[in-house]
């Protein structure tokens, strides 16, 4: 080492009042934005992985447990870097910048062509709060080398400002991040800024502590990432729709994320000799419909339940306006009230040509009202009751889903329906998933309705199920209204065979499913495990 390597020796005088008023309020403001984009980081995992895996808990119990984990480790492991605090603190936070920023884009590319997501989260995360967990002893250091005060008002200091940024990076990635960049940008976006305020505390305040060395070492470093980051960014949108296409086997011709969740919309292409092709959408990679098939099982979810007064009918989900499309099919039908959480589905079905043609422009008809918000939150403050009601919502798999399936949930519904009403509940495949399947039934036996479960075939699902229930009245006799439509796949004698469930898959034992044991979160993990 040579002289001019070496670092530079601190003086042990108290600097001008100004200055070091100056310096410590940078400090303070360089742990303010590193505990933001810290939070961020973690926040963009637990988000991406509810989205390609579902399980939010899960995800959120994964990502933060191994980071509070690491941030100790991190925090141990930086104790024989304080002689050196200042271009350590530099490294980490370039390093963070640079891994924090891709993280996204690293664990969807993991996700789509190399399936190991689980191995690569577990990873990040580590690595992620391996660095965070270094920040704090180090400013601790740089906040004492520029003015000696007592160890408890130091860590005040740092801790306030920590948990102040923290609120900031909360509220930042719901509400400014997402819309206005989406989770690929949005988390290069805080990687540039955790770089800028991490550098740009040393080269300013600290530069005099830095060697040659590493003065030039952390220059060079700096400009690589963001090197890397501005690539990144350019090449974002090339990447998001490559790696999307690996997840699905048809071309995709629409994908936007909205604010709860990722819309996307296939269509193969037509075989030689058949003018056929076949239109899907998934939402956050779940298949909610094919068009070659889609009309089993809405024909089987809705006519059913209209079997009966249906002056008034209810429909929670189904945005897509293909079980709305069914139910306005009767003359009688007088008013079909639709609840969809997100207006981005709807205003698609609304849209998109061949949505339109799919669902017989069932938004445009007069009788079709829709509310957006939360189906659970809406039926705690119904304005009337409804002679019957379809639930046709997205698969119990995450956390703000499973709630639409609990005995609470049924007990709102059951509070809303007229006398003699009834219900129809889509509940997954009887033969994939059992014990939720059932689960389900028991949920509503729970809630007070008699039920009716049975089961069809639609090839794109696979054996899929549901159950009829009424509350209060006559248990109900599963059958099509004497003046039902002319329906392509559901008769009487397919009714009748529906409710005969072979040996292999015939009733399962098992309690319900509720607000506080939400049970369905973990059938769901265990039984389309492999499928």
């Not at 988390?187 to 991490?198: F, I, P, T």
């Not at 699902?461 to 009829?468: I, K, P, V």
């Amino acid at each position: 080492m040579t002289a001019s390597d070496a670092p530079q020796v601190v003086e042990e005088s108290t600097p001008p009042r100004p200055y070091w008023r100056l310096a410590r309020s940078a400090v303070l403001l360089a742990v303010f934005v590193c505990a933001a984009c810290g939070l961020v980081y973690e926040l963009a995992l637990v988000a991406l992985g509810s989205y390609l895996v579902g399980d939010t808990v899960g995800q959120a119990s994964i990502v933060l447990g191994v980071m509070v984990f690491a941030m100790g480790v991190g925090a141990l492991a930086a104790k024989p870097f304080q002689n050196r605090a200042a271009a350590v603190f530099a490294a980490i936070e370039l390093a963070l910048a640079l891994l924090g920023g891709l993280s996204v884009l690293g664990l969807y590319a993991a996700f789509a062509w190399l399936d190991l997501y689980g191995p690569a989260l577990v990873a990040t995360a580590f690595v992620l709060g391996l660095l965070i967990g270094a920040e704090i002893p180090l400013l601790m250091v740089l906040l004492q080398r520029i003015r000696q005060q007592a160890a408890g008002s130091a860590v005040a200091d740092l801790f306030a400002a920590d948990y102040v940024g923290a609120l900031l990076g909360g509220l930042a990635f719901p509400f400014l991040l997402l819309p206005l960049f989406g989770q690929l940008k949005g988390a290069l976006v805080v990687g540039a800024v955790n770089a800028v305020a991490g550098v740009a505390l040393i080269f300013t305040v600290f530069r005099r502590e830095l060697s040659r060395r590493a003065l030039v070492g952390l220059s060079a470093g700096t400009v690589v990432v963001f090197l890397c980051l501005g690539y990144a960014w350019f090449t974002a949108k090339d990447f998001e729709v490559t790696a999307r296409q690996q997840l699905y086997r048809d071309p995709v011709v629409h994908a936007e994320r909205s604010r709860y969740q990722e819309i996307v919309l296939t269509r193969s292409v037509a075989e030689p000799g058949r003018n056929v092709t076949d239109l899907r959408m998934f939402l956050n990679g779940d298949l909610q419909f094919s068009s070659i098939d889609e009309y089993r099982y809405h024909e089987s979810l809705v006519h059913p339940a209209l079997n009966g007064s249906r002056g008034e009918v209810l429909v929670l989900g189904a945005g897509d306006g293909l079980a709305v499309r069914e139910a306005l099919r009767y003359p009688d039908v007088r008013r079909v009230t639709v609840v969809d959480l997100d207006p981005a589905v709807v205003e698609l079905a609304r849209s998109k040509p061949q949505l339109r043609e799919l669902n017989g422009d069932a938004f445009t008809d007069p009788r079709v009202r829709v509310v957006h918000a939360d189906a659970f939150t809406w039926l705690r403050d119904a304005p009337y009751r409804f002679d019957a009601v379809v639930v046709d919502l997205p698969d119990p798999n995450e956390t703000a889903t499973a709630k639409l399936y609990t005995v609470e949930f049924y007990t709102l519904v059951g509070a809303v329906l007229a006398d003699g009403g009834r219900v129809v509940v889509q509940s997954g495949s009887p033969y994939f998933a059992p014990r939720s399947y059932w689960s389900i039934e028991a949920s509503l036996k729970e809630a007070g309705f008699d039920s009716v479960p049975f089961h069809v075939d639609v090839p794109s699902f696979g054996n899929w199920g549901f159950h009829l229930a009424t509350a209060g009245a006559e248990p109900p006799r599963l059958g099509l209204p004497d003046d039902a439509p002319g329906l392509r796949f559901l008769d009487e004698a397919t009714l009748r065979a529906a409710q005969t469930f072979p040996a292999d898959r015939g009733r399962v034992d098992v309690p319900p499913n509720t607000l506080l044991n939400p049970r369905l979160l973990e059938y769901a993990r265990t039984e389309w495990r492999g499928y």
